[in-house]
């Protein structure tokens, strides 16, 4: 019932933007669920990118992509935004959209599929 769909990726040169989105569904109140970006490089590990809490709606980057990158959500939309300005060729990599639900009794976790983001000349 829950789904994560990643949009946005693509080919981009040095210095360009991009703006990926995460549509969610199944989701009854998706203003609860924290929000955050990953990306995987071709042979590295998945690494956190950008965070955004539910309640406070606290941000948090990843200290490579401060400045450069800003992660956002439209509840009424049900939908997360990483808006990616003056990329490098070292941004390349899947992007995964992650929604996560915590307290201290419950824990729910989902994931979408990924887009690709390749940053070459």
């Known amino acids: 019932q829950v789904q994560l769909v990643e949009s946005g990726g693509g080919l981009v040169q040095p210095g360009g933007s991009l703006r990926l989105s995460c549509a969610a569904s199944?989701?009854?109140?998706?203003?609860?669920?924290?929000m955050s970006w990953y990306r995987q490089a071709p042979g590295k590990e998945r690494e956190l990118v950008a965070a955004?809490?539910?309640?406070?709606?606290?941000?948090n980057y990843q200290d490579s992509v401060k400045g450069r990158f800003t992660i956002s959500r439209d509840n009424a939309k049900n939908t997360v935004y990483l808006q990616m300005n003056s990329l490098k060729p070292e941004d390349t990599a899947v992007y995964y959209c992650?929604?996560?639900?915590?307290?201290?009794?419950?824990?729910?976790?989902?994931w979408g599929q990924g887009t690709r983001v390749t940053v070459s000349s």
């Open positions: 955004m809490g539910s309640l406070p709606s606290i941000t």
């Open positions: 199944g989701f009854t109140t998706f203003s609860s669920y924290a």
């Open positions: 992650n929604a996560r639900y915590l307290t201290l009794s419950i824990k729910r976790d989902y």
